[in-house]
């Protein structure tokens, strides 16, 4: 890892504390939340918020009237842009790299779950933690990936991710799917992944786990693996133990266990497997990877299947996880892979053995 090119980059956070320009943000919700929560951080000023043509109604966030692209730049001329929300639209895309050739624009890498940031200082009093990760890598585009994505969460210029983008492969997580295989999808939303796994081993599976804690979400997957045989449903969070906990719902995939919410229960992939063997473990559990790592570790000890994990709702993810598998089991050799997404969500791992 070069780890001096690393250093040498001046942060998002000092980037935006150190700026002359008008600072506006360039979406609402719940990323806008996180980000004028840093800008509070930075003590700085927020001028105003705008969005695309259809969503800038007048609309009022944090006090400031949503406006549009052109009427900010009228008010502003120049400008220093922040991203505030994440997409994988090919069009939106395209509008966010048209904006970043007008103006400064800064992604910044704030946590998908809680409030967290990544902080280039953190970063390097955890040097040792990451360059262990990127020694377990086991090929050069990973290696390379790893780097790019540091280089885009210290700075937060969009540039770094389109180099990854640019070293994705077309093979999915869950290609190479052995026949008989038992897949648990912890994480599974409406189904989705759960398709992808038949399909990739052309329906000759012996059995396949699912795990999913939102209400609507689970409704989803039962409709749309109906016709599949062989298929164990739980409408529960993958977790280290067998418990209730709180979880708050949000849109699409976003539900995640938190502090408030409605009671859920809560279990171990080791306690639904009963000490039969998985081959393939998926984990999209929002936030929740350590713990549901922490319940599948009899499983991945005994058996060594492959593991196919998000690594994107806490910046550090990237490489906690791969350490955290590794404590787990000796001899997993690692792929990292970032999917086309603005900012870096869709960051994932694979582990085989």
Not at 116 to 122: Q, R
Not at 312 to 317: G, L, Q, V
């Amino acid at each position: 890892m070069n780890v001096e090119m690393l250093r040498s980059l001046t942060s998002w956070q000092e980037r935006i504390a150190d700026t002359k320009k008008t600072v506006f943000l360039y979406g609402m919700g719940n990323g806008a939340d996180k980000v004028l929560r840093q800008l509070d951080k930075l003590g700085v000023k927020c001028s105003g918020v705008f969005a695309s043509e259809g969503f800038a109604r007048g609309t009022l966030f944090h006090g400031h009237r949503v406006t549009t692209l052109s009427e900010a730049e009228k008010e502003c001329g120049d400008m220093l842009v922040l991203l505030s929300f994440g997409t994988s639209l090919p069009e939106v895309m395209a509008h966010i790299d048209s904006i970043a050739e007008r103006h400064e624009l800064i992604a910044p890498e704030v946590s998908v779950i809680g409030d967290s940031s990544f902080e280039k200082t953190v970063f390097f009093e955890r040097l040792d933690e990451a360059e262990r990760a990127y020694s377990l890598l086991g090929d050069d585009i990973s290696r390379q990936i790893f780097e790019l994505l540091t280089a885009y969460k210290i700075t937060g210029e969009l540039g770094y991710l389109r180099q990854a983008f640019l070293l994705n492969t077309d093979e999915s997580k869950l290609a190479d799917v052995p026949e008989n295989a038992v897949y648990c999808d912890l994480g599974a939303y409406n189904g989705d992944t759960v398709l992808e796994f038949v399909h990739s081993c052309n329906g000759r599976y012996k059995k396949i786990i699912a795990f999913e804690p939102e209400k609507k979400n689970f409704q989803k997957l039962l409709r749309n693996t109906a016709q599949l045989n062989g298929i164990e449903y739980y409408n529960a969070a993958a977790w280290s133990q067998s418990c209730e906990l709180n979880f708050s719902s949000g849109g699409g995939r976003q539900g995640a266990v938190s502090d408030k919410g409605r009671a859920i229960r809560a279990l171990s992939l080791d306690e639904a497997l009963k000490g039969s063997r998985a081959d393939i473990i998926k984990y999209d559990v929002e936030g929740a990877d350590i713990e549901a790592l922490n319940g599948s570790r009899s499983t991945i000890e005994i058996y060594s299947p492959k593991i196919c994990t998000a690594a994107y709702h806490r910046p550090y993810d990237y490489f906690t996880l791969i350490n955290h598998i590794d404590s787990i089991k000796k001899g997993y050799r690692f792929t990292l892979r970032q999917d086309t997404y603005y900012p870096a969500w869709e960051t994932n791992i694979t582990a085989e053995i």
